[in-house]
């Protein structure tokens, strides 16, 4: 009756079924990897544009908005997130997202290219992972896809999956802003799994978009309907929201720390959406969902490994405790820092009593035959003298 009621407010119509398939799903991977590499380029830009200006002095500096080479790299990110809304009419979110380690891998081959950074052998492993990972994930995703229309999208915001779903991140949204504005628990983990929930809505909205956008440049308009404006406004909203805490968690803790843990936040989260919304891993079998993961796996290791230590800092002993005390609750880390490093048994304690005991008394022992010694060597003998020597 709620969905009946949904499409007689929306006025939605249905058409025949248009689907995706290996033909669309290379189109997808090659549009979000190409819209990444172009936003790698485009922060580097903009990145090389402040050195350069840090470089000058103060009469020859100019605002970076006032500088071509800026704004080179600002078209350049607008035609990469270009590129990735428009990937999500031809492969399923749940491939698009883990593309994004395309953008790390690029970035850290600019950075030691243009920007003289170091190349290290953490890179090169990172970046041996992050490939065979999008390999796998690509060649054992899903090969079908259904182009959904208006009629489709509300018949999916009705159902029971997706409004459980929905729930549920309401729910963990309202506990986590609680815990960041009014326990000022400005935790990485806090931020980042509040800008992944905001980036599920993010995903769904964009792909419902940029389907109906398809759609209407193949025959079937769809800019009659009111849910793609409204669509398009909740993508809006929450892409800015999104940014906002991601921002925050920059500012607070080091990129090292923010990059991989969004990004495997981010792509758990839209792999979640594509799959409660889109339906996108039904019908795979148990192999291909193994492999899938495991694919997902190896990227966010390998964008690990590239990003963790960029900064120069030697990651020694005390960087790893810093890290665990950034990202971990504080009472986590501190039962975590001072737990014994082997477990110990029910009679332990009274072992541990029993054997300072006889150290103890082995001790006492000990200093009792010494005292008693230089008793001795101290009293005289029965020769009348101290050193035994006879009178």
């Known amino acids: 009756m709620f969905r009946c009621k949904l499409m007689a407010l929306f006025d939605v119509h249905s058409h025949e079924v248009t689907v995706n398939t290996y033909k669309g799903l290379f189109i997808g991977c090659i549009l979000a990897v190409s819209g990444n590499m172009l936003i790698s380029v ?6 090389y544009t402040h050195i350069k200006d840090e470089e000058k002095s103060a009469d020859e500096k100019l605002h970076y908005t006032k500088r071509p080479l800026w704004w080179l790299g600002i078209i350049m990110m607008v035609c990469g997130e270009v590129g990735n809304f428009s990937a999500f009419g031809y492969a399923p979110a749940s491939v698009v997202a883990p593309l994004g380690s395309t953008t790390v891998v690029v970035n850290m081959f600019i950075a030691v290219s243009f920007l003289k950074e170091k190349l290290r052998p953490e890179d090169l492993f990172g970046v041996a992972l992050a490939v065979v990972g999008a390999f796998l994930l690509v060649n054992f995703s ?5 182009v959904m229309d208006a009629k489709d999208i509300l018949d999916s915001l009705t159902q029971r999956a997706f409004l459980v779903y929905i729930f549920i991140e309401v729910i963990t949204l309202i506990v986590l802003l609680v815990l960041l504005y009014r326990l000022k628990m400005e935790n990485v983990l806090v931020l980042l799994l509040i ?4 980036a599920s809505f993010t995903v769904i909205s964009a792909k419902a978009c940029s389907n109906m956008i398809k759609l ?3 025959g079937h308009s769809q800019l009659d309907q009111p849910i793609i404006y409204v669509m398009a406004i909740v993508m ?8 906002k805490f991601l921002n925050h968690a920059m500012k607070l803790f080091h990129s090292t720390i923010v990059v991989p843990t969004n990004f495997v936040f981010f792509t758990i989260s839209a792999i979640t959406a594509g799959i409660v919304f889109y339906r996108e891993m039904w019908g795979m ?5 193994f492999m899938y993961l495991f694919g997902c796996c190896l990227c966010f290791i390998g964008v690990f490994f590239i990003t963790t230590g960029r900064s120069g800092d030697s990651f020694d002993e005390d960087s790893a405790k ?6 971990l609750p504080t009472w986590l880390y501190s039962s975590y820092n001072r737990a014994p490093i082997q477990p110990r048994s029910p009679n332990s304690d009274t072992a541990l009593l029993l054997s300072n005991q006889s150290d103890t008394d082995e001790t006492s022992f000990q200093g009792d035959q010494e005292l008693q010694e230089i008793n001795n060597q101290n009293q005289p003998n029965q020769y009348g003298s101290q050193n035994g020597t006879k009178y």
């Open 322 to 327: 810093k890290l665990m005390a950034d990202i």
């Open 216 to 218: 209407t440049f193949q």
């Open 285 to 289: 079998t148990a192999i291909q969902v």
């Open 236 to 243: 809006a909203v929450t892409a800015i929201t999104q940014v």
């Open 42 to 47: 485009s922060l580097n830009l903009q990145k």
């Open 142 to 146: 899903s090969k079908v896809e259904f």
């Open 195 to 198: 800008t992944a929930i905001i």
